[in-house]
């Protein structure tokens, strides 16, 4: 029983038993404020992709998502989020109409707490229909802990081609700071 209910598990976690992944790039910002991943047209043989990070900076700051460089107030966002703060209790978050996807405090603190993230662009490349995000990220240290799950769209049904990254505060990322991109067919 426990190796059919794993299988199952195995097989929604992949994308429902049709879905493959397969890695597309590395990327690394370096020591930058903003950064953007170009190039997405190129890989219009995909639905969806999916990302992982680790983020890192020297001060725990806001990470902002945009899409094919829009600034305006095209952007829907919402979230969930603890922390091991005493006075941050399960707080939830919604802001519409904004100038980018925000995920709080997303960048982790040099090496004394590091950031993973996982984002996933659904239907990215799609000409129809209005792009959504999901992201969640983890941070851990001795002394301090933070779990965040969020959702955004792009009022837009532009085909993605470039996502556009910035850190809302003076604290630029480290070397360590890597994306891996990775295509999905479905």
Do not use: C
């Amino acid at each position: 029983m426990s190796f059919m209910l794993l299988g199952i598990l195995q097989s929604q976690a992949a994308g429902g038993g049709g879905a493959t992944f397969e890695h597309l790039a590395t990327f690394s910002p370096g020591t930058a404020s903003s950064w953007s991943i170009t190039g997405l047209g190129a890989y219009s043989d995909y639905k969806h992709l999916h990302i992982r990070a680790t983020l890192e900076s020297t001060r725990r700051e806001v990470l902002l998502v945009k899409f094919n460089g829009d600034s305006g107030s095209n952007y829907n966002r919402t979230g969930l989020y603890t922390s091991s703060s005493s006075n941050d209790y399960p707080l939830s978050q919604q802001y519409l109409g904004t100038s980018g996807i925000e995920f709080p405090e997303a960048m982790g603190r040099d090496t004394y707490t590091s950031s993973v993230m996982i984002l996933d662009l659904m239907d990215f490349n799609s000409t129809t229909k209005i792009k959504s995000i999901k992201g969640y990220f983890a941070q851990i240290s001795a002394s301090y802990r933070r779990i965040f799950y969020g959702l955004g769209n792009w009022r837009s049904t532009a085909a993605i081609t470039q996502i556009d990254f910035s850190i809302q505060g003076s604290y630029p990322s480290t070397g360590n700071t890597t994306f891996a991109i990775y295509g999905v067919r479905a």
